[in-house]
């Protein structure tokens, strides 16, 4: 049984960061595709970073060069670094892999 758990998100100021974290159990985040992605309220859901089990890795167009995607694979955990972090980034951020999501994580900017 695949299950995902996110952690780390918050309140956060414009230009702050933060780190979300992916613990994965029942599937092995190295040889698995992960994804995060986000769903603002009144919006549909959008890919924010993706990692493949090669390591390439996708970003969408609003956070390239300020969000980046890892994993620890000792951990079997996914990680989103986000920084120079902007309202609009407010949203509740879900951990993805093999078409399953987690419970998501809120996270909110402003000041």
């Known amino acids: 049984q695949v299950r995902l758990v996110e952690s780390g998100g918050g309140l956060v100021q414009p230009g702050g960061s933060l780190r979300l974290s992916c613990a994965a159990s029942?599937?092995?985040?190295?040889?698995?595709?992960m994804s995060w992605y986000r769903q603002a309220p009144g919006k549909g859901r959008e890919l924010v970073a993706s990692?493949?089990?090669?390591?390439?890795?996708n970003y969408g167009d609003a956070v390239k060069g300020r969000f980046t995607i890892s994993r620890d694979n000792a951990k079997n955990t996914v990680y989103l670094q986000m920084d120079s972090l902007k309202p609009e980034d407010t949203a509740v951020y879900y951990c993805?892999?093999?078409?399953?999501y987690g419970q998501g994580t809120q996270v909110t900017v402003s000041a």
């Open positions: 993805s892999a093999s078409a399953l």
């Open positions: 990692i493949t089990n090669t390591g390439r890795t």
């Open positions: 029942g599937i092995i985040v190295s040889t698995d595709s």
